[in-house]
């Protein structure tokens, strides 16, 4: 199997096939993923040591953080989501999950808590986040159809041979669990009905079917979190409407966020993917012979489209993560990219 950064050079360099390839973001995210992977082995030795005096029955995913001493720890709740004042969770409102892209009616906070990073996903029918710490990796997702969960691409990796399914319980409720091999770990799978309506999905890295339905257990209905970004898109283009979000938070030492991608569509089956990274340090602008709004941009490639907004690089995808809209489209909705004045308090946003 790839790894992690392998996979990430390879959707890098795809989406910039045919243009200029700008080393410099892939260098970036290569240094930080480098620094992920050595805290992670670090927190796997230390992890099968206590791993012995420790009852399988009572495993909860736990992410300690493994970071150098001198490397600044932003608090958990960097990781978490503001909270969604008078919206109500999924079990209150279950036809609401996935219809809103401004909100994620489930919490995991008991799961997230010291995590590295974590993405947060609403919108076209589903709403979720993934996460990982050094010791382990998970995803939860959240539906209302079957259909819509089982339409995810896989992002965990395994052997590529799942097993049969059981009948397991989550809670009180019935649902189905199967794994994958995975070295030492098993990748679980745990599918459940947490109310009539609904549909979750639990991606986990466990060493038994207890564990990882236990971990499953442990996600809660009863409140609803915001999905923010630290920019708005004031320019839309005719019948134009956001589709989805998606927020990447990192407990490091340049703040919480990471990156965040807005998705914009119509009716007609058009959409486009706008996403802003923090851009690496020392990063300026390139040359560019664009005009969007008040910004530069350039071509990166024939399908997307790339403008610096410090402290950002802010990136159009019309292909692969778009679909239908032209260059002048694209060029419109950049030129209406506005910033946060804050990027460190997810509340502002």
């Known amino acids: 199997m790839f790894s992690d950064l392998d996979e990430q050079l390879t959707a890098t360099l795809q989406h910039r096939a045919g243009g200029d390839v700008d080393p410099a973001p892939i260098v970036e995210q290569a240094r930080h993923r480098g620094r992920r992977l050595r805290l992670r082995r670090h927190g796997l030795i230390a992890g099968g040591v206590a791993a012995a005096c420790v009852a399988v029955t009572s495993v909860v995913l736990a992410f300690p953080t493994g970071r150098d001493s001198d490397d600044p720890i932003m608090p958990a709740a960097a990781l978490m989501l503001p909270e969604a004042s008078g919206q109500s969770g999924a079990i209150a409102r279950p036809e609401e999950v996935g219809a809103d892209p401004a909100t994620v009616h489930f919490s995991t ?3 997230v808590d010291g995590a590295e990073w974590a993405t947060w996903s609403a919108g076209r ?8 710490g050094p010791r382990g990796q998970a ?3 959240l539906a209302r159809s079957l259909a819509s969960l089982d339409g995810l691409q896989q992002t965990l990796s395994s052997a590529g041979r799942p097993q049969p399914r059981t009948n397991v319980h989550v809670g009180d409720r019935p649902g189905y669990a199967w794994f994958d091999p995975s070295g030492d770990r098993k990748l679980w799978f745990v599918q459940w009905q947490p109310a009539d309506g609904l549909w979750a999905q639990l991606d986990i890295y466990a060493r038994t079917q207890d564990e990882a339905t236990g971990t499953a257990a442990r996600v809660r209905f009863d409140s609803a979190r ?7 898109l004031g320019s839309l283009p005719p019948n134009g409407r956001l589709l989805e979000c998606s927020v990447t938070l990192d407990r490091s030492e340049r703040g919480p966020f990471a990156e965040g991608s807005l998705v914009v569509g119509d009716d007609a089956g058009r959409w486009l993917t706008v996403r802003a990274q923090l851009a690496p340090e020392g990063r300026e602008a390139r040359p560019a012979e664009l005009v ?6 350039r071509r990166q490639g024939s399908d997307v489209l790339e403008m610096v907004v410090k402290p950002c690089v802010v990136e159009a995808f019309r292909d692969g993560w778009g679909n239908g809209y032209t260059e002048a489209d694209g060029l419109t909705i950049l030129g209406g990219y506005q910033p946060t004045r804050d990027f460190d308090r997810p509340d502002t946003w």
């Open 292 to 297: 969007a709004g008040p910004y530069r941009a």
């Open 125 to 132: 029918g589903t709403e979720s986040v993934e996460f990982r």
């Open 139 to 141: 995803r939860f997702a």
């Open 109 to 111: 906070d008991a799961l």
């Open 226 to 232: 915001r999905c923010v970004v630290p920019f708005r």
